[in-house]
């Protein structure tokens, strides 16, 4: 049986755990939307995964929340964007003023 050496690098190279790092599993990916979910209020009825023509997610009238699974592979920062987006539609339905000073504040609030 091969030993490992003390020090010795598990992976190829930096670039390629960076690479790994930058998809996420779904599950992880359906917490952050329950975290959210949770600091915003909102109970949505329904979160699938499907993917989408032309937008990363979307919101139905009967509170059922549809992301794009290529999120997995977007930055932390961009797929808060998206979740906050989705989840204050269940509060305020259009992206008039008032949703956009919210949105911004949520995301301000919690760094991200
Ligand atoms: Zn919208």
Redesign the pocket.
């Known amino acids: 049986m091969r030993s490992l050496a003390v020090g010795e690098n598990l992976f190829p190279s930096l670039a390629s755990l960076d690479e790994l790092e930058e998809v996420i599993p779904e599950v992880v990916f359906r917490e952050e939307v329950a975290t959210w979910a949770r600091r915003i209020g909102v109970e949505p009825k329904q979160v699938q995964l499907r993917a989408m023509k032309n937008k990363w997610a979307s919101?139905s009238s009967k509170g059922r929340l549809t992301f794009d699974p290529e999120l997995l592979k977007k930055p932390a920062a961009f797929r808060a964007e998206v979740i906050v987006?989705?989840l204050l539609?269940l509060k305020i339905p259009n992206?008039g003023p008032l949703?956009k000073a919210v949105l911004r504040s949520y995301l301000a609030r919690y760094g991200s």
Request: glycine share 0%.
């Open positions: 919101c987006h989705e539609h992206h949703f």
